[in-house]
């Protein structure tokens, strides 16, 4: 019961229904099938003949039902890869709603000894068909519409500002060192914030809880880790916000030379030349969507976040996290 007819049972049927002129009910019942079954059948394979007399009559025909089983078994498309595997599912959808990608959650559950495999395009797939049950607002990062940008105050530079243009080529992501500097900011009225530094070569991420969006606070908190950065950093790109310009007084005499000489700044509106630190801030998003005030997030918290993201899997690195890809490279790092 239940399975699907063969050709062999197709012919049965013909011979039964055509010569024997058994109901429907008998044939169901000697074949072992279901009622509905055998009239779906016939139903399918019946054609219009003419005999001699040139008189229409029905009869059905094995042939015609085998090609239409056929043509529509090939017409359905792949079998889901998934059907059977709900524990596969379950663990996908739990870890993106722990804040992970379909990618990295996909790479987890091949650590997990999960036999299903399928690949990032599939996994969409299913999630636009439901098969994963998870809503829009459950996703890692949700494009949200702009809002348009108060007028910032005068920005003052007080050891000059050099262009990215005096930095040099590094579209080849070869030697470790090189970070990105940008700030993620909550809401409006708060003012609590994020200071994120990318390093370009690894994307490994740092995250500084700032009291407010202002200049003082960023070098302050820069110079407060300055010896425990100064090693790792060569330059530090940032864009031409009001909260990098260096109207504000250093106390860190190696702090200020790194300033005058290895901060570099962007072009105005060209958020892609520090694409890197724009692509990375989403991650941070997934915790704290626009919009959330970050005037109460704590620095154990952020510390916890920038775990994440270093040990998360990445697909540009074949599936390593950005501490492994360092710690493989760890040598070589070193000696640039």
Not at 268 to 279: I, V
Request: with cysteine; proline share 1%; net charge positive.
């Amino acid at each position: 019961m239940g399975k699907h007819l063969t050709e062999k049972e197709r012919y049965l049927i013909e011979f039964m229904y055509n010569k024997e002129k058994r109901t429907q009910r008998e044939i169901a019942k000697i074949l072992n099938k279901h009622y509905n079954t055998i009239y779906n059948e016939i139903k399918r394979g019946t054609v219009r003949l003419l005999d001699r007399n040139l008189k229409e009559y029905d009869i059905y025909c094995a042939d015609v039902g085998q090609r239409k089983y056929i043509e529509a078994n090939a017409r359905k498309g792949s079998n889901n890869k998934v059907a059977c595997d709900s524990e596969y599912l379950l663990f996908i959808r739990d870890k993106v709603k722990q804040h992970y990608s379909f990618y990295s959650a996909n790479e987890l559950a091949k650590q997990e000894g999960f036999n299903t495999r399928v690949c990032l395009t599939t996994l969409y797939n299913y999630f636009n068909k439901h098969f994963i049950k998870l809503k829009k607002s459950d996703m890692p990062y949700n494009k949200i519409k702009k809002v348009k940008q108060e007028k910032e105050t005068k920005r003052v530079y007080q050891y000059g500002k050099r262009s990215i243009d005096e930095r040099g080529n590094l579209q080849q992501r070869d030697i470790y060192g090189h970070w990105e500097m940008d700030t993620v900011q909550g809401q409006k009225k708060k003012k609590g914030c994020i200071l994120v530094l990318s390093e370009r070569k690894t994307r490994q991420e740092l995250l500084f809880k700032l009291d407010n969006k202002q200049c003082a606070s960023v070098w302050n908190t820069l110079q407060d880790n300055w010896d425990k950065l100064k090693h790792h950093i060569k330059t530090i790109t940032c864009d031409n916000g009001v909260e990098f310009s260096t109207n504000c007084e250093f106390s860190n005499n190696e702090l200020i030379e790194f300033v005058r000489t290895n901060l570099y700044y962007c072009h105005p509106y060209r958020s892609g030349e520090r694409g890197t630190n724009e692509n990375q801030n989403k991650l941070i998003r997934r915790f704290y969507p626009k919009g959330f005030d970050l005037s109460e997030v704590t620095q154990e918290e952020l510390n916890k976040i920038q775990d994440f993201i270093n040990n998360m899997p990445r697909k540009i690195f074949n599936g390593l996290s950005s501490n492994q890809f360092l710690e493989q490279n760890e040598m070589e790092y070193l000696q640039t």
